[in-house]
């Protein structure tokens, strides 16, 4: 079955950077758009970045355009978020996605990133 395990998140100072990983299985990976999300508290989940299969083509929210960089390693399974200077904005748990057969979306659990001072 589908799996998506996300790893990376953490706590950091405004102006600081994290990657945040995503391990994917149960699905043909290297044909599929990625995606990453995020959920504050008290708000709905938004689409932060998603990357094409091949990886050719990337889009990202205007909130983090510039800041994020989505990536994928085909040969590992695997899609990142490198995000750069962090703002408090930005706290949120992140999730990993992959959308099957047109409809249905999988999510991993989810990896907590805190941006304070």
């Known amino acids: 079955q589908v799996q998506l395990v996300e790893s990376g998140g953490g706590l950091v100072q405004p102006g600081g950077s994290l990657k945040l990983s995503c391990a994917a299985s149960?699905?043909?990976?290297?044909?599929?758009?990625m995606n990453w999300y995020r959920q504050a508290p008290g708000k709905e989940r938004e689409l932060v970045a998603f990357?094409?299969?091949?990886?050719?083509?990337?889009n990202y929210a205007d909130t983090v355009k510039g800041r994020f960089t989505i990536s994928r390693d085909n040969a590992k399974n695997t899609v990142s978020l490198q995000m750069n200077s962090l703002k408090p904005e930005d706290t949120a748990v992140y999730y990993c996605s992959v959308r099957r057969f047109g409809t249905t979306d999988y999510w991993g659990q989810g990896t907590q990133v805190t941006v304070s001072s």
């Open positions: 990357i094409s299969n091949n990886g050719i083509v990337t």
């Open positions: 149960g699905f043909p990976f290297s044909s599929s758009v």
